[in-house]
């Protein structure tokens, strides 16, 4: 097949019951338009991949990109975008909640040249959330609100996982995409050097055919990273700042096992500092396994050599800030300053060490957040 003019990218995740009633539908309102549908699958674990493969067997439009050990929508989306050569292309959900039947009006409007993206929106006239509760409406719209004004994005729906675009907007967003989290949109839109021509045509989003949604209460958290990225990660990257709350947190910890075990267990000062260190070394690799790095998470019996080398390296961080704490003291530096770039030179060295040693990254797989 010669390249398409159109490639749908559809990220799926345990999909099985929707993938074959998708391509029946793309068939049916997709004629006259050279097209294919790439299917980015995160290593489902209900057969979706095998009901993709059968559906590939019968149309060579069906293709997979299959990824292994890792998650999340948007880098889905992008790579996916990435697999085909095609010049236009779109996204939406695998489960029916986006209306098929304005690819077509969505395609002509690039044809025409009269756009360069063109989003199904929910939040323009005739567009709707269809039952959503009123929770999650409030939710969604405030969310979209944020993003709105923080990213100074002129779109009614820069939320919506249903949306087509040239490739070269892609590639204008590409160097500054996040590729964190479920708002894949919101940050090509936020990413995207020069202007964007964005069309919005509406839809009503329809309740999900089969299996159940992915969005989880993680999403609001990794909304938030993501809003933080576009407006300060150039500054102080979200990593380190997360790796330094978590510090703080650990602080506190230290010192309440160190004053229970002063006075309450009796014991001395040396001990409990011991116990507390420990305690809190303990508390803060944890947690930085579990939001921090939360995308390179060491499980099962990985935790056991992750902690100790977490434990190594941050006590010679220690000793490292307690040497140029008193080095600089020595030296003139109140003690607050010598103190506070001591524990800042500690806070670097522990970050950049335990991110090489204790969460590696695997060459050629680029961070996820999700
Ligand atoms: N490959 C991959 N990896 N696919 C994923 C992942 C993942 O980590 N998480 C979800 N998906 C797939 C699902 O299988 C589905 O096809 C699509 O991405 C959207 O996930 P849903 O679970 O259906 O999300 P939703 O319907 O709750 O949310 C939709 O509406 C939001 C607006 O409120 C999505 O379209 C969001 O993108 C959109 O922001
Ligand atoms: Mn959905």
Known sequence: MAIPDLAIVVPTLNERGNVAELVRRLVACLDGIRWEILFVDDDSSDGTRAAIAELAAADSRV??????????????????????????????DADMQHDETLLPRMFDLMRRDEAD????????????VGGWASDRRRISSFATLLGQKLLKVAVADPMSGFFMLRREVLERALPRLSGKGFKILLDILASAEGAVRVRELPFVFRTRMAGESKL????????????????????????????VSVGGVGA?????????????????????????????????FSLNNL???RDLRLRGHHLAGGLIRFMAVCSAGA??????????????????????MGATVGAVWNYAVTTILVWKRRTGVPPRVS
């Open 63 to 92: 293709r997979l990109l299959h990824r292994v050990g890792r998650r999340g929508l948007a880098s889905a989306c992008v790579e996916g975008m990435l697999a085909s050569l095609a010049p236009v292309l779109a996204v939406m």
């Open 117 to 128: 993206m063109v989003v199904g929106s929910r939040y323009v006239d005739g567009g709707s």
């Open 216 to 243: 989880d209460s993680m999403v609001i958290y990794e909304y938030g990273l993501l809003l933080y990225e576009k407006l300060f990660g150039h500054i102080v990257p979200v990593r380190f700042l997360m790796f």
């Open 252 to 284: 506190l910890l230290h010192l309440a096992v160190l004053g229970a075990a002063m006075a309450v267990a009796g014991l001395s000062f040396a001990t409990g500092q011991s116990l507390a260190a420990l305690a809190a070394m303990v508390l803060n």
């Open 291 to 293: 939001f921090t790095h």
């Open 319 to 340: 000793v490292g800030s307690v040497a140029i704490g008193s080095f600089l003291n020595g030296h003139g530096i109140p003690w607050w300053m010598a103190g506070l």
